[in-house]
């Protein structure tokens, strides 16, 4: 989905695309993202290379690929060739090491890097290139040396739960299972604020009541977390962990969408974290209503308008909202095609303040909200029902059309 903005060649695997050029209202800074040296990755082998490789490659060398698997993907960040080149490291029976070495590979760069690098292990697991025994016992080895490495990186539960937290939103990695791994850290107490850390980093994505039901649905008691004695009740207050234990919070009536509308708008405009939204929305709006068209539209424009500060877009507090957008249009373009749909109707409301659009537009793409397929599909759209304002917003956005189709005909030789 995402094209990198920066110029890069990769010659050892000829899938790889070369990289375009930032479009120019949003050239990126040199601090935003990882930018390590250029580095090849695995080139694809033989099913005679592979058996023979199986045979031979140390600990060493998968060490050592993997840390150039990791950097390239950091650079470039695209997920799916990421996970290839790991299915194609051709040790399965060592690829606890990656698990392992991606750890500790991370563990001190940026949270951007910890949370990419939790998204690929997590991609890996889904397409059951790594399996669960080999990830917990990656873990495992990781975690014997956590409390050593406390002492110089005192975030270090923290820093390890972003990492974790991709896998147990969709229980790629059962509760039960992960607890597995955390045995050697119940009697210093520190099994319990690493699982705290984890639910709590994976309530920024999916919100208090649904991680609430992925624990309670996992069977299992703090006390397997905690050390003999310890006083249960005190620990989940001191880790504000209540909603682990709190009753049915689901939405069981369908309030009118206006309503919905005006509570969510007021909502987002107070400034709450991305936890509240999930919350809020999960207290009050089905699921089946969340899959709709109109609730789709209802969202999209509260968000936006949050984003708006005298007639310009912030991009902080979009940016911060994203993960609300993401995990509700789920990738799906026709979702997602009601997003832009509304997004015309609100800069159309607002009269098209200069440059509104164009910005929306960069941000919603550089944030992997809107696919750059379904960009095209708005283009190009004629739907009758869709074109108040729709000339207007086109002309806004010409520029940002011409920098993505640049983007494709620069990546064009390398994708045959």
Request: charged content about 25%; some cysteine.
């Amino acid at each position: 989905m995402h094209l990198i903005k920066i110029w890069y060649f990769i010659t050892t695997r000829p899938s790889f695309r070369h990289i375009a050029t930032p479009h120019p209202s949003n050239a990126p800074s040199s601090n935003q993202q990882e930018t390590p040296e250029p580095i090849k990755v695995p080139v694809a082998k033989s099913h005679d290379d592979v058996s023979s490789s199986r045979q031979t490659m140390s600990s060493l060398e998968v060490e050592k690929k993997t840390k150039s698997i990791v950097d390239e993907y950091l650079h470039i960040q695209d997920l799916k060739e990421a996970t290839l080149c790991v299915s194609e490291l051709s040790a399965s029976e060592m690829l606890h090491l990656f698990v392992s070495t991606t750890f500790n590979h991370v563990l001190e760069r940026s949270e951007k890097a910890r949370r990419q690098a939790g998204q690929l292990l997590h991609s890996c697991l889904k397409e059951k290139i790594i399996s669960k025994d080999s990830y917990i016992k990656g873990l495992k080895e990781v975690l014997e040396y956590a409390e050593d490495m406390e002492i110089d990186i005192p975030k270090i539960w923290q820093y390890l739960a972003e990492l974790i937290s991709p896998t147990i939103q969709d229980g790629s990695i059962p509760l039960k299972t992960l607890a597995n791994a955390l045995q050697s850290l119940v009697v210093s107490n520190k099994a319990g604020p690493l699982v705290a850390a984890v639910l709590h980093d994976a309530s920024h994505h999916l919100g208090h009541i649904k991680v609430g039901d992925i624990w309670k649905l996992s069977g299992m008691q703090w006390s397997s977390f905690l050390p003999s004695g310890a006083n249960e009740q005190e620990f989940l207050k001191k880790y504000n962990l209540e909603f682990t234990v709190d009753g049915d919070h689901h939405a069981h009536t369908v309030m009118p969408i206006e309503e919905i509308r005006e509570q969510l708008e007021n909502l987002l405009a107070s400034k709450v974290d991305n936890e509240v939204v999930f919350d809020w929305i999960e207290a009050h709006v089905t699921q089946d209503l969340t899959k709709t068209p109109k609730f789709i539209r209802v969202l999209m424009t509260a968000v936006c308008k949050s984003a708006i500060i005298d007639s310009k877009v912030e991009d902080s507090k979009l940016k911060h909202h994203s993960v609300v957008l993401q995990k509700y249009l789920d990738s799906h373009t026709d979702l997602e095609l009601q997003a832009l749909y509304a997004l015309q109707a609100l800069t159309h409301q607002l009269d098209h303040p200069p440059k509104m659009l164009q910005r929306f537009f960069d941000m919603l793409y550089d944030e992997d909200v809107i696919s750059e397929a379904t960009f095209n599909q708005w283009d190009l759209s004629n739907d009758n029902q869709e074109q108040e304002g729709k000339g207007v917003a086109r002309n806004s956005v010409v520029q940002f059309f011409t920098w993505l189709r640049e983007a494709d005909d620069s990546a064009s030789p390398d994708d045959t």
